[in-house]
């Protein structure tokens, strides 16, 4: 006779425990304690077997009845219930403990140490602050269970503070981390995969450069009169002329350098593009590293280290710090905007003999470390456009030094195309 909610409210506890049976094996078990436990009774490859339910009343008649239907629909598919609901224990267990936060470290550990892939350090820097701004929000919570609502409630709380890059690239993050989640099985699908567009978009700027060759002269003659702490003062005179990014300029080691054969030599591990880059010094940029190398304190480190430990390079907001102490605005100039004055002005220049450009496109792009095929053939690079970008260096530095004097142009002498 099948049970009824009433029949069971009613049992009564005994001395030993007694079973109310329902239909189709489910019958409920009453303890001596009081308790009343769900159970269903099945056969499988001949053996009788039993698996728990769960406990009445937290599990009604109906809810028991709708478990023992599923049970038998696993019979029917030959698995057993008693295992499948062990792997579900375990698959709970096994999602509780994969947070946010773990996967998170995980991911993050990963792209650091990813080979050629690898993170620069500024780039793990800034995915570390990142994942911060995301964990307080999302990092206790098991990756399973994340809501694309939630991920969307935590970039947003970055994006109120108006950093609208910054959570848009918060957003990338997440994304990478959920992805790892799902190639390693912890995940069936991504859950930002829907939130593209729900984020407001920043105003694209390009970072500030100056492009008049006057004003760049201005410029120049002020950073010769820069006041401020001299190791800044190398580093300001310097990334005119060298193409580099601020961080790699920044954190440039003196075992780079080889002042004897004029070439600075960036490992992949802190290129944007993860290749060996190679950076060809005109007779200027000698000059200023020897002269830096002489007042140094020590040349087994950081060229430009930080004003209060020589641990670390120097920071990150410096060299722009210095720009602004010599009255120039950011929006008329930044450290990483003197890439861009050197590629304008070497793409603009001609040879005024033929008016044809000064220096190939190619050779422009290898200097300013834009990617491409190009291999390092050896410690010191005889590679695609070398020696054309020998000759461009040094006519770069002694445009500088014309601008900086007030004049317009400097002379091109020969080029050899390598």
């Known amino acids: ?57 937290d599990v009604g008649l109906a809810e028991a009845r709708k478990r023992r239907d599923d049970a038998k629909a696993e019979l029917a598919g030959g698995k057993d219930p008693s295992r499948e609901k062990q792997r579900r224990s375990a698959q709970a267990r096994e999602d509780a403990s994969n947070t946010f936060a773990l996967v998170a470290a995980e991911y993050i550990e990963k792209r650091k140490t990813d080979g050629a892939k690898a993170w620069a350090g500024t780039t793990a820097a800034k995915n570390e602050w990142l994942y911060a701004q995301l964990a307080p929000t999302l990092g206790a919570i098991p990756i399973a269970d994340i809501e694309p609502l939630e991920v969307l409630a935590a970039v947003r709380k970055i994006e109120a503070r108006g950093n ?46 100056i492009l008049d060759p006057v004003k760049l002269g201005e410029l120049l003659r002020a950073i ?38 004029a070439v600075w030599a960036i490992p992949a591990s802190r290129t944007k593009m ?24 020590r040349h087994d480190g950081y060229v430009f280290p930080s004003i209060r430990s020589h641990t670390r390079p120097m920071s990150e907001n410096t060299l722009n710090a210095a720009l602004r102490r010599l009255g120039f605005t950011s929006e008329e100039v930044s450290a990483h905007g003197f890439r861009s004055t050197a590629s304008t002005l070497l793409n ?26 190009d291999k390092v053939r050896n410690a010191y690079h005889r590679g ?11 006519w770069w530095s002694d445009h500088l030094d014309t601008l900086r004097k007030g004049a317009d142009v400097v002379s091109f002498p020969n080029k050899e195309a390598g």
């Open 384 to 394: 695609t456009h070398w020696q054309e970008r020998v000759a461009m260096a040094q």
């Open 224 to 261: 010769d009169g820069y006041g401020g702490h001299y190791v800044t003062k190398f580093a300001l005179e310097l990334i005119p002329h060298v193409f580099l990014r601020p961080g790699e300029l920044r954190q440039a080691r003196w075992s780079e350098i080889d002042l004897e054969k």
């Open 1 to 57: 006779m099948a049970l009824t909610d009433t029949a069971i409210r009613n049992a009564k506890a005994k001395d030993k425990p007694y079973k109310l049976g329902d239909a189709g094996g489910l019958f409920i078990l009453v303890q001596p304690s009081g308790a009343k436990l769900w159970r269903l009774k099945y056969r499988i490859h001949g053996k009788e077997k039993k698996v728990a339910l769960g406990r009445y009343p």
């Open 164 to 209: 609208l890059e910054s959570a848009r690239r918060a957003l990338q993050l997440a994304s990478g981390i959920f992805r790892h989640a799902v190639a390693t099985a912890r995940l069936k699908s991504d859950p930002t995969r829907d939130l593209k567009g729900a984020l407001r978009t920043p105003d694209t700027k390009n970072r500030a450069a």
């Open 348 to 373: 603009e220049a001609l040879d005024p003999k033929t008016g044809k450009s000064l220096w190939s496109a190619d050779a422009i792009e290898k200097a300013l470390a834009h990617g491409g095929d």
């Open 274 to 297: 993860r290749k060996p880059h190679h950076v060809p010094l005109s007779r200027q940029v000698l000059e200023l590293l020897r002269g830096l190398h002489a007042l140094s304190a």
